[in-house]
T-cell receptor, first 110, second 112 residues
């Protein structure tokens, strides 16, 4: 069955450094979504990518969807302490089944 | 607007005791509903999902069960809790095919 793999599992950066997390699927995805979970909180939707090769930006966050629609990345430029949390990608296995990657936990040292 | 309610927020239960976690959704009809479990510092494990009343798909055979007695109600249960059932349980709903998931606040369960 479809698996959504996400790397790295952990990333510790100095404030101001960039951060990237990668998501790979064993099958083609109709879309991919990204979520952020703050420590102690619940995942919150950030963005959805649908088109092959799509790139979207939200301030310092850049999201990409691969040409084959099997991989995606989230890049944060110049991290801040407010970026701390776990970032998840998610891809629907079928119309009903939402699978999440294992998440990348980001810590930022001020 | 749509909202999702999940309770309780925290729960401490002895081994062997039963469990019932409830999730309700407001402001939408016929949502897809999901139960996830998150172990400390880990990812989201899909436990159950439901596309309609009485329809439950189980992803991981374990000590838990789920029920959907009403369109906007999803219940996670156990007859006898194990220590390994400890974790952060999250309910989520998805309104239309392929759209974003909305999560409840979560229940932090500690089995002692």
């Amino acid at each position: 069955g479809q698996q959504v793999m996400q790397i790295p599992q952990y990333q510790h950066v100095q404030e101001g450094e960039d951060f990237t997390t990668y998501c790979n699927s064993s099958t083609t995805l109709s879309n991919i979504q990204w979520y952020k979970q703050r420590p102690g909180g619940h995942p919150v939707f950030l963005i959805q990518l649908v088109k092959s090769g799509e790139v979207k930006k939200q301030k310092r966050l850049t999201f990409q969807f691969g040409e084959a629609k099997k991989n995606s990345s989230l890049h944060i430029t110049a991290t801040q302490t407010t970026d701390v949390g776990t970032y998840f990608c998610a891809g629907p296995r079928n119309n009903n089944d939402m699978r999440f990657g294992a998440g990348t936990r980001l810590t930022v040292k001020p | 607007s749509q909202t999702i309610h999940q309770w309780p927020a925290t729960l401490v239960q002895p081994v062997g005791s039963p469990l019932s976690l409830e999730c309700t959704v407001e402001g939408t009809s016929n949502p897809n509903l999901y139960w996830y479990r998150q172990a400390a510092g880990r990812g989201l494990q899909l436990l159950f999902y439901s596309v309609g009343i009485g329809q439950i798909s189980s992803e991981v055979p374990q000590n838990l069960s789920a029920s959907r007695p009403q369109d906007r109600q999803f219940i996670l249960s156990s007859k006898k809790l194990l220590l390994s059932d400890s974790g952060f349980y999250l309910c989520a709903w998805v309104g239309t095919r392929g759209s974003e998931a909305f999560f409840g606040q979560g229940t932090r369960l500690t089995v002692v």
